[in-house]
């Protein structure tokens, strides 16, 4: 029956993945009507940008004939090797030169050349035709614009808007012609905004609750009680676990056991007190650079500060130091390049970005801000406790533990040290490193930020607190764009910019930038409150919507892009496992502390190590310890836990802000062999038999605690019929076979033969796609 179910979900999926592949390619067909009036940003610089600015953008060592496109000064005037020549005369497209030649039918003189293999559609050349018709008119790239508050637009059903979101979003559906779902029903709904609030599926008893609930405010008040959960702390960090690097190993060959776990209690801990995201930031860039106001905060903002020790580091005996040391600093550069910024400023270290305004000096010059840290390139060579943490570090004592930072869950009374920030006593000088290497040093340089995103305040310290300050300044126009849309994608499956780690010239555009300039400014005015964002979204009846699909919503919108639907998408790897243990009753609830080792195949460890330090062999844990939630096993970067690598979990080696989705049989093999899952199932069937009840009622509890709604009669029917088969072909032999997978203790008393059928029966709904589904 397993079999079956998983071979209708690829089926499916094939069908879903050939008619995209079929609709996407139509939705930018060259018949597509011209816009009335042509925009440069977002109708002409992607055009420039694909085909033209590798030869002719800000890249000046690439630039051919001296023609830079994306400054309108350059298009405009006479041509170097052609002085009675421009590329842009705006209002003429016949004498302008990008026109001639992108619409030449002579390969001698056609732009982009052949050689390139590039080649502009029909479309893009009446587009640009068009837009030089209308003035040839510049705008600077919408990222780096700052963010205003539009007034929301008009819609027709305003009866159908629950919060502002709505207008935004149910405007742009009425252009296209669409009409938003239903609201999804009461059972769906508490499942999405479970796993969507606290990564775990909803408990029994708030699941009767909820649907004994007729009151007007029944959904809003599940969502106050799902935010003030400590496991929405732990929900929400994991996206920031992804985008700090966070691991438990140093990483490259030796890979050696590091101590960093207090940094995550901060997180989850900074998280369920929902500390300001400017604060927030703050701390993690600069905690130790605050001035210090009492030893709590201090040790606070210090241990915070972890967040930017978090990425890789050596431990191999004959490296060179500086060329390590070197790695960790663009490493931190990269990090906020990416996650905080949402550009890619990593493209410059060798070289002037060859798409977006930042040179390769301006690059070194936000390096400069983390290139003054105390620390070696490498340190220690692997060995014992004394490496877990690398200079400069902070160690926690037990006194520390019980009367200051009593959000660390620290189990036991051994030596705690973790790795922070901390800057020289004096300034190190930065350099421009010519092709990026470590050893070609040229130009000087001092701290500063790109101008083309906000020109550095000469009033803000030039170091990570005036980096900081930088950041969450009003005219910034990327921190609250960019964290706006991470949250968003965490609940939509994409963010409003669909490139979340790319808001620059090679980004998507915005499929909603007046809804993502609103949400982004209305954080900024509400004290940057993650929690109210997050509620602000749940809230809305575009979150609301049911995930049924029909055939005309799936051709005409096939990506969702315009929101006329429910999300539907497969829930994180952790949160895979966090549903199987949660839903059985095997969850161990405790929060923060080291991370633990549940089962593993064995010898993954042993054949990939280099024999020396704590990691070198897989030593399993027992006990509460194999029943903690997925964010709490340990990651080995060089090998990370393989069963929530195949359900797409980063192995943590760099900032990741989104995940890659994807659907393979080797997740239907996961859940239909894990131990853990097995277990689970076994656990949860035992359960079910000790409770009175019949049959059907035991399964019936079994899918409302898994797939977290009432089964359907016919559902009843096939599940019920696939028990009596399975107990009347069991044999005392078999089951003692089935029940003895995992380490939790079989019940004294039951029927073996009717647990090791209900457990099937179990098992296969946790192999549901419905289950690890978000619909």
């Not at 001035?291 to 915070?304: H, M, N, T, V, Y």
């Not at 620390?375 to 004592?397: H, Q, R």
């Not at 609301?544 to 699909?549: E, G």
């Not at 097995?678 to 656990?683: G, K, N, Q, T």
Request: with cysteine; hydrophobic share 35%; aromatic share 8%.
């Amino acid at each position: 029956m397993r079999r079956k179910l998983y071979s209708l979900v690829y089926i499916a999926a094939g069908i879903t993945w050939a008619i995209q592949s079929c609709t996407t390619g139509s939705a930018t067909s060259s018949d597509e009507k011209l816009p009335e009036v042509v925009s440069y940003n977002f109708d002409i610089r992607p055009i420039l940008s694909d085909k033209c600015f590798a030869c002719h953008g800000p890249d000046a060592n690439k630039r051919e004939a001296g023609l830079r496109l994306d400054i309108a000064e350059s298009a405009y005037k006479a041509l170097a090797d052609n002085p009675g020549a421009h590329a842009i005369v705006p209002g003429k497209p016949e004498l302008s030169e990008v026109f001639r030649r992108v619409s030449s039918q002579d390969t001698s003189v056609l732009m982009p050349p052949k050689e390139s293999n590039l080649k502009l559609t029909s479309r893009e050349i009446d587009l640009i035709e068009k837009w030089i018709k209308q003035g040839a008119k510049y705008e600077k790239h919408w990222a780096f614009v700052v963010p205003k508050k539009s007034a929301l637009p008009k819609v027709k059903n305003e009866d159908w808007s629950r919060n502002e979101i709505d207008y935004f979003i149910l405007h742009k559906q009425e252009q296209r012609g669409l009409e938003p779902n239903e609201e999804a029903d009461k059972e769906r709904l508490l499942k999405r905004l479970s796993l969507d609030i606290t990564g775990l599926p909803p408990s029994f008893e708030l699941m009767e609750q909820f649907m004994a609930d007729n009151s007007p405010k029944a959904y809003e008040k599940v969502v106050d009680q799902l935010l003030k959960s400590p496991a929405y702390g732990e929900r929400i960090a994991l996206h920031w676990l992804d985008l700090a690097r966070y691991a438990d190993s140093h990483g490259y060959q030796d890979d050696g056991y590091r101590t960093q776990w207090p940094w995550r209690d901060w997180v989850i801990h900074a998280l369920n007190q929902n500390m300001p995201y400017d604060q927030f930031v703050t701390w993690q860039l600069a905690g130790d650079l605050l001035p210090k106001q009492d030893e709590k905060r201090a040790k606070e903002q210090l241990l915070a500060t972890g967040f930017n020790r978090n990425h890789k580091i050596t431990e191999e005996g004959g490296v060179i130091p500086e060329e390590y040391r070197v790695s960790y600093v663009t490493d931190r550069t990269d990090l906020v390049g990416k996650g905080l910024l949402g550009v890619t400023v990593e493209c410059a270290r060798c070289h002037d970005h060859k798409y977006d305004p930042f040179s390769q000096k301006e690059y070194y010059q936000l390096y400069a801000f983390f290139n003054n840290v105390d620390e070696k390139g490498i340190e220690s060579v692997i060995g014992g406790p004394e490496t877990y943490a690398k200079k400069p570090l902070m160690e926690i004592s037990n006194e520390e533990v019980k009367n200051i930072l009593t959000f660390i869950n620290k189990p036991d009374t051994n030596r705690l040290i973790v790795s922070v920030m901390g800057d020289l006593d004096t300034l190190r000088k930065t350099y421009i490193l010519n092709r990026g290497e470590y050893d070609n040093v040229g130009e000087e340089v001092q701290a500063g930020t790109p101008k083309a995103i906000l020109p550095f305040n000469p009033k803000y310290p030039k170091n990570r607190l005036g980096l900081a300050q930088w950041m969450f300044d009003k005219q910034n126009p990327l921190t609250a764009r960019v964290f706006v849309n991470q949250v968003w994608q965490e609940f939509f499956g994409m963010g409003l910019v669909k490139s979340s780690g790319d808001f620059g010239m090679q980004g998507e555009l915005p499929s909603h930038p007046e809804l993502l300039d609103w949400l982004a400014v209305d954080f900024r005015e509400h004290g940057w409150d993650i929690k109210r964002l997050v509620r602000q979204i749940v809230m809305s009846a575009t979150y609301r919507q049911s995930a049924v699909i029909t055939k005309d919503k799936l051709q005409a919108d096939p990506d969702n892009i315009l929101l006329a639907r429910g999300p539907r998408y497969r829930i994180h790897a952790e949160f895979v496992r966090d549903l199987v243990l949660s839903s059985s009753g095997l969850l161990h609830p405790a929060i923060g502390g080291p991370s633990v080792k549940p089962y593993q195949p064995a010898g993954l460890w042993e054949g990939a190590t280099s024999g020396r330090g704590l990691l070198s062999a897989y030593n399993q844990d027992h006990g509460s310890a194999l029943y903690r939630r997925g964010m709490y096993t340990l990651i080995k970067r060089t090998v990370p836990p393989p069963a929530m690598s195949i359900f797409d979990a980063s192995n943590r080696d760099q900032c990741e802000v989104r995940r890659l989705k994807t659907n393979t049989p080797l997740q239907a093999l996961v859940m239909m062999n894990d131990p853990a899952v097995l277990e689970a199932s076994r656990v949860l069937a035992t359960r079910l038999l000790q409770q009175k009840g019949s049959t059907q009622d035991q399964i019936t509890k079994a899918f409302r605690l898994i797939v977290c709604r009432k089964p359907s009669e016919k559902e009843l029917s096939v599940l019920t019929a696939y028990y009596d088969k399975e107990l009347k072909k069991m044999t005392p032999a078999t089951a003692a076979k089935v029940v003895a997978v995992g380490e939790y203790p079989l019940a004294p008393g039951v029927d073996r033969r009717k647990v090791a059928a209900l457990m099937r029966v179990v098992n296969t709904l946790y192999n549901l796609e419905e289950t690890i589904t978000k619909t």
